[in-house]
């Protein structure tokens, strides 16, 4: 079975930076689109970021509220997805999944693997 394991979360102080790992096994990892997601008590899930895989093509994708200051990336000899989150706002608090599948959407629904998720904790 495809399991990611997450790791990078923590508690940090607004302006602060996090880097998110998320290391996949049982997959081929290149060919896959992964993506970032978060939820925060009380809320959706909520997409942050994705990139595609080598079959589909696409571009990396954000959603606009961390546009400038997070960055996905990926090391597919290591089978590795990255978030880097700089410029830290406590409305970023959240638990952070990673997940994994056929493309890099901003629909959870597209994605059928996940994470067992990672909390961040970003104070005022």
């Known amino acids: 079975q495809v399991q990611l394991v997450e790791s990078g979360g923590g508690l940090v102080q607004a302006g602060g930076s996090l880097r998110l790992s998320c290391a996949a096994s049982g997959r081929t990892f290149s060919r896959y689109a992964m993506g970032w997601f978060r939820q925060a008590p009380g809320k959706e899930r909520e997409f942050v970021a994705s990139?595609?895989?080598?079959?589909?093509?696409?571009?990396?994708y954000y959603t606009d509220s961390v546009k400038g200051r997070f960055t996905i990336s990926r090391d597919n000899t290591k089978n590795t997805v990255y978030l880097q989150m700089n410029s830290l706002k406590p409305e970023d608090t959240a638990v952070y999944y990673c997940?994994?599948?056929?493309?890099?959407?901003?629909?959870?629904?597209?994605?059928?693997?996940w994470g067992q998720g990672t909390q961040v904790t970003v104070s005022s």
């Open positions: 990139n595609g895989g080598s079959t589909s093509g696409y571009r990396t």
């Open positions: 997940a994994s599948g056929s493309f890099p959407r901003w629909d959870p629904i597209s994605y059928d693997y």
